[in-house]
């Protein structure tokens, strides 16, 4: 023990004259800037997912409706409340917040005289905290949930112009599961889809690899499921909570993979078989996509059905609308097929009002439906579009589809910014290309780009296939010398609409064009052919702005006789689905109310 | 006598089940209940010590007091969701939880993190671990009266923990490292700030040495105090300092570098006496290491790259069946973590191996007959043990 041992102790009394050496004020230091202190909720950009509520380990969150908050498409209308008993600061739910709404301050302290204040929702109790700037945010290049969807190949744009083939490959099983990790299961997709796909449930199954499952909830809200997974409008994917900070999950190409890996022999099992015969029978007139789901329903609940399709083929604008390059004829008869396995008799070549009249039907069926879609196309009406070279585009690609010799225009202008211009720009390209060896079409549209009702994906695919569209032109006059069209003569657009929102387009005269062509065709909308029904049930009727009325069910003003799809409703085919099945349920009702009384 | 010799004749001998016959009856002996809140130990155990005159003769380990289940609770939650979890396991050190949870998570499922990640994981780990020291010393003194010691580590503790709340977001559970990197780089002036406080931990451990280590009273109290033979490391299971002090160079961050430890230039702090004091001094110099391994690791980390690798969505992230056990070197010795998985969505079976589990229990008993009772708190906190990482 050296003498040191005792001295060296002492020399700690050189702080004795030191400042404290604890924090001066701890009541009023501040935090770091990343500090996880209390929770914020930016209320208007919450969507309700819950994500947040699925991660927390604690159960500290419950999703809970709040005042002021409406449910509407895209937002659950919940908000979540947080219980600071159970929260243990971790910020998960920061993490995986799917808008980026959820931030937590970088206070310390917080005091409350009431006892229940540690129970609140974010955003809507006011807190001292509210506004602060600092605190956890989710920090850049950091992520729990992956953001990127994975790409559909696609045949490449020079391949594809040659032909109608299948653009999409659909994805690989390797593909599709990455793609459905992606999901969070919110359901808002399912609140959104017309026909509530139940779409977290069969995204799951492909996460599994169970794709019999799959394919049985895809069946139980959409028997047009192989078409939906290719041409689905997909508001669902719209509404995507992913979508908020990254890309929505690919709902529709999952879709369709499942219906890619069931083999087509296998449907018929999963799919199930016709209900238990009721003695009753509908006839339905056309065998479109809302027909034929309610077809379907109806056969499933033991009903007899019959399907009268006036053309060749049954698809209605799944056929005859929709080129076989984004929807194949192959896979539609598959679909068709499934349907008809049930037993319904799709007679198709037989048109109503004139083979067989609205009054047999009413005789020999218990119930009627209508579903005869929108085939006739509209016109502009414009100077020329009486002349030889003006067509409907609803006409051409009908004549496509029955493999009629089109007249293929060396260089063409079409009228119109929603899908089926696209469609007929699209297909009438590839015969340009087969014909000519080269693309020579326009496409214009009194809207500007990123408000043309088309897909997104339809106009970016026009582009790369060498069409060019030309956004906020309108069109004044199809130029005709010596009965033979040689161009449409435009105006620049300054507005669509007047103040309270009428269609009252406004040009720019200065900005004037002539594209030269040869064809010119309109696909600015279509209507219904409802000459079928005849003068009397016409006049019998009840309508509404030129569509027949019907109520919520779809049923018309006449008991026996139910309307649907494109012809009272659309606008797609999802919503022909949604159509089919709920006209079906009501007639479902209907019968079992009559034989109740 | 010698001291440290167990003198059999004092105590009764065990029967042939390990029981004892002491006579309680007999006036001799006096039972004494050390904790569960007892200063010595930094959180709930108690020692249930048999003393005769001012001698132990018997001491049984009790624990049990902070037992919360987190073992078993990460079987009911996903893999993300494990990972608040596993730093409260242990309060003074966390981090090493989180490291070693996300990196067994990280090898079943054959997961990558980012190089910068891992300069920065292992950035945490050793300030984690100059906490850790620095609430020992303050124990350690505090043990036997010295408890300026204690306030003034806790102030060099409290600025780490302002550089924890700048890097980290939070003081003492950080939930900074999980499975795939950690959360976010350096903040901006970080590094400078970083070096202010390990300049005054340097300062503060000066002046520890001083009061402390050169101070008659502690030396009287600890040199040759609390031997631990170096035969029974083997046996006892004894690792980090607690072994190194008895001239044993374990260390997992040299034997089995993880990490970036393969990129650092050091050399395990060992002893040779293997009694208290020894035990203090690895500590404290092991405490100097950690200081200059920051600094390394300041000089030497990338201050661009990603800190995260692309994680499947952890909503439903399943790892394919599988067990691993990884482990490293915090403060008290070897921490392991042993995973199963069963290619489910949550850990099938997660064992926690803390070092305080051998130290703290069957060592501990052990050590502690023979002693002086004055001398048991001191024994405890030289053995630096944290129960709830004995109790996961």
Redesign the interface.
């Known amino acids: 023990?050296a003498i040191?041992?005792?001295l060296?102790?002492f020399?700690?009394w050189k702080?004795l004259f030191n400042d404290p050496?604890?924090?001066k004020d701890p009541i009023n230091r501040e935090?770091?800037?990343?500090?996880?202190g209390f929770h914020q909720n930016e209320i208007q950009d919450c969507i309700g997912c819950g994500?947040c509520e699925?991660?927390c380990?604690n159960g500290a969150i419950d999703m809970l409706p709040v005042e002021g908050v409406e449910t509407v498409e895209g937002d659950s209308g919940l908000r979540p409340r947080i219980d600071y008993g159970r929260c243990?600061?971790?910020?998960?739910c920061v993490d995986?917040c799917t808008t980026g709404s959820l931030t937590m301050s970088n206070l310390y302290k917080w005091a409350d005289s009431d006892g229940d204040a540690f129970l609140f929702t974010p955003g809507v109790d006011a807190k001292e905290w509210d506004g602060e700037v600092r605190g956890?945010r989710r920090?850049e290049?950091?992520?729990?949930?992956?953001h990127e969807r994975v790409e559909m190949r696609e045949v490449e744009p020079e391949v594809r112009i040659e032909n109608f083939e299948e653009i999409a490959a659909g994805y690989s099983i390797e593909e599709a599961i990455?793609e459905a990790?992606?999901?969070?299961?919110c359901g808002l997709c399912v609140a959104t889809c017309p026909t509530h796909m139940a779409v977290p449930d069969y995204i799951?199954a492909i996460?599994d690899g169970d794709y019999d499952e799959g394919l049985r909830i895809l069946y139980d809200t959409n028997p047009f499921s192989q078409v939906c997974g290719r041409v689905c409008t997909h508001k669902c994917e719209d509404v995507c909570a992913t979508g908020h900070t990254g890309d929505p999950i690919a709902i529709r190409w999952l879709k369709r993979h499942i219906t890619d890996q069931v083999p087509n022999e296998r449907y018929a099992e999963i799919v199930g078989k016709p209900g238990p015969a009721t003695g009753k029978s509908v006839a339905i007139i056309g065998a479109g996509p809302a027909g034929l789901t309610a077809a379907f329903d109806l056969a499933k609940a033991g009903h007899k059905v019959v399907v009268f399709e006036s053309r060749k083929h049954p698809g209605g604008m799944l056929r005859y609308g929709i080129p076989e390059y984004r929807l194949p004829y192959d896979v539609l008869d598959h679909e068709i097929g499934v349907i008809a396995g049930l037993g319904v008799d799709i007679r198709c070549d037989t048109r109503i009002g004139t083979d067989i009249s609205m009054d047999d039907l009413k005789a020999d069926y218990d119930a009627v439906l209508l579903t005869i879609g929108l085939h006739l196309g509209r016109s502009t009406r414009i100077p020329g579009t009486e002349a030889k070279g003006v067509f409907k585009a609803v006409d051409l690609l009908r004549e496509i589809t029955n493999g009629d010799p089109v007249r293929v225009p060396k260089q063409a202008v079409v009228i119109g910014g929603g899908n089926v211009a696209m469609d007929i720009a699209r297909s009438l390209a590839r015969l340009q290309k087969q014909k000519y060896g080269k693309v020579d079409m326009t496409v214009t549209a009194l809207e500007t780009l990123d408000h043309f009702l088309a897909d997104a994906d339809e106009i970016r695919e026009c582009g790369e296939e060498g069409i060019n569209i030309l956004d906020a032109r309108g069109p004044q006059e199809v130029m005709v010398s010596r009965g033979r069209v040689t161009g449409l003569r435009t105006w620049a657009v300054t507005s669509i609409f007047d103040d309270i929102g009428r269609f009252a387009p406004h040009y720019n005269e200065d900005d004037e064009c002539v594209h030269p062509a040869d064809m010119v065709i309109e696909a600015i909308g279509q209507m219904a052919d409802v000459s079928l029904l005849g003068e009397d049930l016409t006049e019998e009727l009840e309508w509404n702005r030129g569509r027949m009325l019907i109520d919520k069910a779809g049923r018309t003003s006449l008991p026996w006789l139910w309307a649907g799809g494109d012809a009272v409703a659309g606008p797609d085919v999802v919503h022909a689905v949604a159509d089919g099945h709920r006209m079906a349920e009501s007639i479902t009702e209907a019968f079992a109310t009559v034989e109740g009384e | 006598m010698a001291l440290f010799e167990p003198d059999r004749s004092q105590y009764p001998d065990k029967n042939p089940d390990g029981t004892c016959d002491i006579d309680l009856t007999s006036g001799k002996y006096l039972k004494v209940w050390q904790g569960p809140n007892h200063p010595g130990i930094t959180g709930n155990m108690s020692v249930e010590l048999t003393v005769c005159g001012d001698e132990v003769v018997e001491g049984i380990t009790h624990v049990g007091y902070l037992h919360r289940g987190f073992e078993k609770l990460m079987e009911r939650?996903?893999f993300?969701?494990?990972?608040?979890?596993v730093c409260r396991i242990c309060v003074p050190e966390p981090d090493f939880n989180e490291y070693l949870y996300a990196a067994t998570v990280e090898e079943l499922a054959g997961i990558k993190v980012p190089e910068r990640a891992e300069w920065i994981r292992t950035l945490i780990l050793e300030m984690g671990r100059i906490n850790s020291y620095l609430m020992y010393l303050g124990g350690q003194a505090g043990a036997f009266g010295l408890g300026?010691v204690g306030?003034?580590t806790t102030?060099v503790r409290?600025l780490m923990l302002?550089r924890f709340?700048?890097?980290?977001?939070?003081r003492i559970?950080h939930?900074f490292i999980l499975p795939?990197?950690v959360?976010?780089?350096l903040?901006e002036g970080f590094k400078e700030r970083l070096e202010e406080t390990l300049q005054e931990v340097e300062r503060t451990l000066k002046?520890v040495h001083?009061?402390?280590f050169?101070?008659?009273?502690f030396?009287?109290r600890t040199i040759g105090v609390g031997y631990i033979d170096p035969a029974l490391f083997e046996p006892f299971g004894v690792t980090g300092p607690n072994a190194r002090a008895g001239g044993v160079a374990k260390d997992v961050r040299k034997d089995q570098p993880y990490l970036v430890y393969d990129q650092l230039e050091f050399e395990p702090v060992t002893d040779t006496a293997s009694d208290m004091f020894a035990r203090s001094d690895v500590r404290r110099r092991d405490l100097l290491l950690s200081v200059d391994l920051v600094r390394q690791i300041l000089r030497k980390m990338p201050d661009e790259g990603?800190?995260?690798t692309?994680?499947?969505?952890?909503?439903?992230w399943k790892i394919p069946r599988g067990e691993t056990y990884l482990r490293g070197e915090c403060s008290r010795g070897e921490y392991g973590y042993y995973l199963v998985t069963d290619g489910s969505g949550k850990p099938r079976r997660v064992n926690v191996r803390g070092p305080s589990y051998t130290h703290a229990m069957a060592l501990l008993e052990r050590l502690i007959v023979n002693v002086n009772i004055s001398d048991v708190a001191g024994l405890m906190v030289s053995l630096h043990t944290y129960p709830p990482e004995i109790e996961r």
Not at chain 1, 141 to 146: D, K, N, R
Not at chain 1, 181 to 185: I, N, P
Not at chain 2, 310 to 316: A, T
Request: negative net charge; proline residues 8%; hydrophobic residues 35%.
């Open positions: 023990m040191n041992d005792v060296s102790p020399r700690g702080h050496v604890s924090i935090a770091a800037d990343r500090y996880r994500t699925d991660i380990q243990c600061w971790c910020a998960l995986v956890y920090p290049g950091y992520s729990l949930t992956p990455i990790d992606r999901c969070v299961e799951a996460r | 939650r996903s993300i969701q494990c990972f608040p979890i300026i306030q003034w102030y409290d302002d709340e700048e890097l980290t977001g939070a559970y939930m795939g990197g959360r976010d780089g903040p002046d001083e009061v402390m050169q101070n008659a009273v030396k009287k990603p800190i995260m692309k994680l499947p969505n952890v909503l439903h």
